[in-house]
């Protein structure tokens, strides 16, 4: 990918993003992905669907088509706030404390509490949870991205006045590091999070979503995007079997092809991203459907935090099928998942005491 072709940071004139109107768009699509990925994802980890059978396989392709998911989101956020401006450390800290802060403490305790109650947790494994940074599935990404925002003060000084090739080394550094400790991981004894440093390998998705967009147009980009994320999604499928298959079961070799940080997830997320800014660029500013995704868009925090009480709760009150008739279920929870969800975010937004959680 060419970089000489970039906007220009420097000191004396910092960048500006261009038109930020498709980032609404990505948010409703990375939100859809999360959710179809909880609802599918016990099927690729055989406990609906043996492995190997056309279940299993239809629910891995679509699977490995979404796992960009989460990424996309950590970009989206470095390509907003990384932009160099005026704004002192403290003014930026209280902004992202009331956007992030409040949320990952509320909803970190409301889960614990409900996993109390479903699944009658322990205390000690409460706690160890929160230590590791995820205390449900899914709210792990709130400590990513507050350790991220712990540190966007210095990043915009170095995004403010490094060449954007050290950028590029920087972010494909990172990238590689966290890939790198994902697979050493896979080796008994070895590796383990913590809250504080969960955030650390996504420090290169942070940084690429910046440098992405902070790229001029260029009509390739879609082509290019489309066949990072074809072949990232092939090989991700392709992979994810091959593991599961030398293992016998689905294991850690093919958790790990699946990990947001393995470099088959890392060509998808990117190739999703270029995609993403291309369709939302062409969808008009103003018209019936973009305002229906600005909508969409201010639920699509809330409904990434409440979704995973909704889909389990439906999921424990309807079961699962068997056979092909479980792709149907899950995508019927899925939808269920997300109507419920944005109710329940919609009303809570309204009520002052409680929309500063969602």
């Known amino acids: 990918m060419r970089v000489d072709k970039a906007l220009p940071v420097t000191p004396a004139s910092p960048a500006t993003i261009p038109s930020t109107t498709w980032i609404g768009f990505a948010r409703v699509a990375a939100m859809i992905a999360v959710v179809l990925v909880h609802a599918y994802s016990p099927l690729v980890s055989t406990i609906y669907a043996d492995l190997g059978g056309p279940t299993w396989w239809a629910a891995n ?14 970009m989206i956020s470095g390509a907003l706030l990384l932009r160099p401006k005026e704004e002192s450390v403290g003014t930026f800290y209280r902004k992202r404390w009331a956007k992030i802060g409040v949320p990952l403490v509320v909803w970190t305790l409301a889960y614990l509490v409900w996993q109390r109650w479903r699944d009658g947790i322990e205390v000690f494994d409460a706690v160890s949870q929160t230590a590791s940074g ?38 494909g550094a990172t990238l590689a590091l966290g890939a790198t400790d994902q697979l050493l991981g896979l080796v008994d004894g070895v590796g383990g999070v913590t809250a504080a440093t969960r955030f650390l390998p996504f420090l290169g998705y942070y940084l690429l979503g910046w440098l992405l967009v902070t790229r001029n147009d260029d009509p390739r980009d879609t082509r290019r995007g489309a066949i990072a994320f074809v072949l990232g999604t092939a090989a991700t499928a392709v992979g994810a079997w091959a593991a599961a298959t030398l293992e016998g079961e689905w294991g850690s070799g093919a958790a790990y092809v699946y990990d947001f940080l393995s470099p088959m997830v890392v060509l998808a997320s990117v190739g999703a991203f270029l995609l993403l800014r291309s369709l939302g660029s062409r969808v008009r500013a103003g018209g019936p459907v973009d305002r229906v995704v600005a909508s969409v868009s201010g639920l699509s925090f809330g ?26 279920a899950a995508a019927g929870y899925a939808l269920a998942t997300m109507a419920i969800s944005m109710l329940l975010v919609a009303v809570v937004q309204r009520i002052p005491l409680l929309r500063s959680t969602v």
């Open 61 to 74: 392709v679509v699977d490995a088509a979404l796992r960009w998911c989460v990424p996309v989101f950590v």
């Open 303 to 328: 409904v990434y935090l409440v979704h995973v009480m909704v889909l389990y709760t439906l999921r424990d009150l309807g079961g699962v099928p068997e056979g092909l008739m479980a792709l149907v």
């Open 134 to 171: 995820s205390p449900s599935i899914h709210l792990y990404f709130l400590y990513v991205i507050a350790g991220l925002y712990l540190f966007t003060p210095f990043l915009r000084t170095v995004v403010a006045h490094t060449p954007r090739a050290g950028l590029w080394w920087f972010a």
